[in-house]
């Protein structure tokens, strides 16, 4: 069983920032690729970002240019950086790999919240 602990959300107006950490029970991150995921009230979980153990990243398209995707293996950790939010990102934010495995399980996520 693989769990995940998400950190770093919080209250930010519109144009802000906030970095958003993600640590993994076990050294997942390394063997597979992570991805950080947001659900909005109403809405289905989505997938905002990714990056394989190679590296390359993939964003969804409403956060391409705003949001960077990092990763340290030796920490298990994987990051998102969030420039230039907007109300629209309002959501939970979850850690995973992509696509989310067997042996792994949701965490509590964190909460951002753009408003002014």
């Known amino acids: 069983q693989v769990q995940f602990g998400e950190s770093g959300g919080g209250l930010v107006q519109p144009g802000g920032s906030l970095r958003l950490s993600c640590a993994a029970s076990a050294s997942i991150f390394s063997l597979y690729t992570a991805g950080w995921y947001r659900q909005a009230p109403g809405k289905q979980r989505e997938l905002v970002a990714s990056i394989t153990n190679y590296g390359i990243t993939t964003y969804t398209d409403s956060v391409k240019g705003r949001f960077t995707i990092s990763r340290d293996t030796i920490k298990n950790s994987v990051y998102l950086q969030m420039n230039s939010l907007k109300p629209e990102d309002t959501a939970v934010y979850y850690c995973?790999?992509?696509?989310?495995?067997?042996?792994?399980?949701w965490g509590q996520g964190t909460q951002v919240t753009v408003s002014s």
């Open positions: 995973n790999t992509h696509p989310p495995r067997s042996e792994t399980y």
